[in-house]
């Protein structure tokens, strides 16, 4: 093979690895590098499977009582220890915005400006609150199931009560 096709065949892989966002299918994770899998718990769902470093951000979104809170967690797998994969859970973002319907019943029921601005404080704390905010140790099985779960419920702090998780 002569130098000119060898540099040829070295330039197509690299721009083939650069035009698909980075290192081909079969190449992993080098050692520290953590895989980034956006807002896709899917991807953390396979990362877990071996408790591979890797973050997702999780929004969930309900409208509750005449309010649409969303609330945005960042899941970090940082590896493995014993058997057990070891996951940092934080609070990102909580708001709260009142419905037209629930704003107008608080507006007919006397409620000021800053009233309502108090309450809805009130209730982005109280969210904040009852988030968790810690690390866990999972079995990879027990925390594919914690993410599949996550996809349709909130994160809240009564989920990790009995479990091997510190913080708050």
Same mark, same amino acid.
């Given at each position: 093979?002569?130098?000119?096709?060898?540099?040829?065949?070295?330039?197509?892989?690299?721009?083939?690895?650069?035009?698909?966002?980075?290192? *081909?299918? %079969?190449? @992993?994770? &080098?050692?520290?590098?953590?895989?980034?899998?956006? =807002? +896709?718990?899917? /991807? $953390?769902?396979?990362?877990?499977?071996?408790?591979?470093?890797?973050?997702?951000?999780?929004?969930?979104?309900?409208?509750?009582? *005449?309010? %649409?809170? @969303?609330? &945005?967690?960042?899941?970090?797998?940082?590896?493995? =220890? +014993?058997?057990? /994969? $070891?996951?940092?859970?934080?609070?990102?973002?909580?708001?709260?915005?009142?419905?037209?319907?629930?704003?107008?019943?608080?507006?007919?029921?006397?409620? @000021?400006? &800053?009233?309502?601005?108090?309450?809805?404080?009130?209730?982005?704390?109280?969210?904040?609150?009852?988030?968790?905010?810690?690390?866990?140790?999972?079995?990879?099985?027990?925390?594919?199931?914690?993410?599949?779960?996550?996809?349709?419920?909130?994160? &809240?702090?009564?989920?990790?009560?009995?479990?091997?998780?510190?913080?708050?």
């Amino acid at each position: 093979m002569t130098v000119p096709r060898i540099r040829l065949m070295l330039l197509t892989c690299v721009v083939a690895a650069l035009a698909c966002g980075g290192p *081909g299918p %079969d190449s @992993s994770p &080098e050692p520290g590098d953590q895989v980034e899998c956006g =807002e +896709d718990l899917t /991807c $953390l769902q396979e990362t877990s499977a071996d408790c591979t470093p890797s973050v997702v951000i999780h929004s969930s979104e309900d409208i509750l009582a *005449g309010m %649409d809170i @969303s609330i &945005e967690t960042r899941i970090t797998i940082t590896g493995e =220890e +014993d058997g057990r /994969c $070891l996951v940092t859970i934080q609070t990102v973002s909580a708001e709260l915005e009142y419905t037209a319907d629930r704003l107008h019943q608080m507006q007919e029921s006397g409620y @000021s400006a &800053e009233d309502i601005e108090s309450q809805r404080q009130g209730f982005i704390a109280d969210i904040r609150s009852n988030s968790f905010n810690g690390t866990c140790r999972f079995i990879p099985d027990d925390l594919s199931t914690s993410l599949q779960y996550w996809e349709t419920h909130p994160i &809240e702090d009564t989920y990790f009560a009995g479990k091997d998780c510190s913080g708050d």
